[in-house]
């Protein structure tokens, strides 16, 4: 039998601590081997008992999870999965732990309504036994806020008649699609729709958090909008996302429809959208995460005459959306996440 998963169960409340560590060990493939209530707890149980895996709370006495992050990555590197509440903080924080190297984040059980604790015990043991042999990129993705004055007003763009791009990602892509938006122009001439697997509530302070990260604009996508040029819609968390045209005027639609490819949203519903109509002015874009959401309809795409591109394995956190992308045949380049922008840019 193989061996179990070792997870490090880091927070500063007992119960939340009995709560994730009752959850992990309900799954035969995985043991807590150690508890922490503060990060420098952490840090040394990190040393001494060497996890495979750390679930990390933020806010905590004596060292918070942010610094301990940052000191685990120094140290001992591990993956390390953020418990996150849904406040303006928590999601704050949750994002710069992303970029300090963390490789993803839940919510906290008692934080998040819109999940039940049965959709939150799922999730966990499912990201950890994704990122318990995660490849560490440990590259901190560099925040400078972009002012205002340096952006193309989204009023002020024109509807987008040619090319569009559609990216989808799951474990590791907040950070990753960070890289790739920061180094696109801002007179970017096409639209972007992204699908990031994300907790309801997480993707409207991510979509916010990379508007003033990046040159163009980036928003979280609404029912009924018109797609403009050099804008990026982030899918909401809860809701998937499609294309629907009319005449020259492409129309966001937003849907609660059953999960595709166990997501909602869920990238192959994009790109289905995506290739259904004029599809070589389709740019595809498959990047990390675990599962293979998004390797069908990025197939369809390519078949279809449009563009793809793939996240190569070295600069993924899991190689697995996107392997599947490549092994089916679906990919025309397969590249690093920092070649991706010049990758879209030259196919434009």
Do not use: W
């Not at 958090?209 to 609404?222: G, M, P, T």
């Not at 966001?252 to 994009?270: F, M, N, T």
């Not at 005459?305 to 190569?312: F, L, P, S």
Request: proline content about 4%; hydrophobic content about 40%; overall charge negative.
């Amino acid at each position: 039998m193989s061996e179990k998963i070792k997870v490090l169960v880091v927070d500063d409340s007992a119960l939340v601590r009995k709560v994730i560590s009752d959850i992990l060990e309900s799954d035969k493939e995985i043991e807590v081997i150690g508890t922490a209530n503060n990060g420098k707890s952490a840090v040394f149980k990190n040393l001494t008992l060497n996890p495979d895996v750390i679930t990390m709370d933020i806010e905590m006495p004596i060292m918070n999870g942010l610094e301990a992050l940052q000191e685990i990555i120094k140290t001992n590197p591990k993956p390390v999965i953020m418990m996150s509440v849904l406040t303006q903080y928590g999601a704050e924080a949750t994002f710069k732990a992303l970029e300090y190297g963390a490789v993803d984040f839940i919510p906290k059980p008692s934080t998040v309504l819109a999940m039940s604790m049965d959709d939150i015990a799922e999730l966990l043991i499912t990201k950890v036994k994704a990122v318990a042999k995660a490849s560490l990129n440990l590259h901190v993705t560099k925040s400078e806020h972009v002012s205002e004055t340096n952006k193309v007003s989204i009023i002020a763009r024109h509807e987008d008649k040619k090319k569009i791009v559609g990216i989808g990602t799951s474990t590791g892509g907040p950070s990753a699609l960070q890289r790739v938006l920061q180094k696109l122009p801002k007179n970017f001439p096409s639209p972007i729709l992204v699908v990031q697997h994300m907790p309801p509530g997480f993707t409207k302070a991510f979509a916010e958090r990379l508007d003033s990260l990046c040159n163009v604009s980036v928003k979280e996508a609404e029912d009924g909008e018109k797609v403009l040029n050099g804008c990026v819609y982030i899918a909401p968390g809860d809701a998937h996302i499609v294309v629907e045209k009319t005449g020259d005027t492409r129309v966001i639609r937003l849907s609660q429809a059953e999960k595709v490819s166990g997501h909602r949203p869920s990238a192959d519903v994009l790109f289905h959208s995506l290739a259904k109509e004029d599809s070589h002015n389709v740019i595809g874009v498959i990047m990390t995460g675990m599962g293979r959401d998004g390797a069908r309809g990025i197939k369809e795409i390519h078949d279809n005459g449009g563009y793809t591109i793939a996240q190569d394995e070295s600069t993924s956190v899991v190689y697995g959306m996107n392997r599947v992308a490549v092994e089916m045949g679906g990919v025309d380049a397969v590249v690093d996440v920092d070649s991706i922008p010049d990758e879209i840019i030259s196919h434009i």
